[in-house]
């Protein structure tokens, strides 16, 4: 009888020191672990290095450049995603283009027909004027381009300083909401001056 019970206590210990050495001997250090989350949204298509040109009545109308495009169809309201990057050219009715916008970041709802580019966005007309601003919208469906942040417009004759814009489409007609300042580039006899 009392060897049975020195089987048992010690069958007793032996599973409790197994149970102890798995918890304690596992370390459970997740940076190392892909973190899984089965809600998060996925992209539904993936592309590298694209090019997607938009024409109207067989002419060439938008012509967009990107390193990677992320489509999330499965979205409650589905997006393109530019995640690093985009360069995204508007042509006239001769072909020719009229004006370029850059920006780091950039998504597109199609069903809105609305476009938000973020993070130095640059967009460049066919006047050799430009606009660096940190985020823009363009609803496509107006033909015009929004933002409310800080602007800058370089022309071949001064520099305008702002808050808040709004120009059509292909940014060669503009106002800005807030001016704050205009420098002059050229001179009296209309030679530029030197910085």
Known sequence: M??????????????????A?????CGNDTTE???????????????INT?????????LKIKVTTPKMLRFTDADNPFVEFPEGLVLTMFDSTGA???????DYGINY????????????????????????EMLTWYREESRIFTE??????????????DGLESNDSFTKYRITNIRGVISVKGEDNEELEE
Request: net charge negative.
């Open 2 to 19: 009392l060897i049975n019970s020195a089987v048992k206590i010690l069958s007793v210990v032996s599973a409790a020191t197994l149970v």
């Open 21 to 25: 050495a798995l918890l304690f001997s």
């Open 33 to 47: 672990l892909p973190v899984l989350e089965s809600d998060s949204l996925k992209p539904t298509e993936i592309s």
């Open 51 to 59: 090019t997607i040109l938009f024409s109207d009545s067989a002419l």
């Open 97 to 103: 283009p009229e004006s370029t916008l850059k920006a």
């Open 110 to 133: 199609p069903e809105e027909k609305r476009i938000v580019v973020k993070n130095n966005v640059e967009v460049k007309n066919n006047k050799d004027e430009t606009l660096n601003t």
């Open 149 to 162: 942040e800080y602007v800058k417009i370089t022309t071949p004759d001064e520099i305008i300083y702002g």
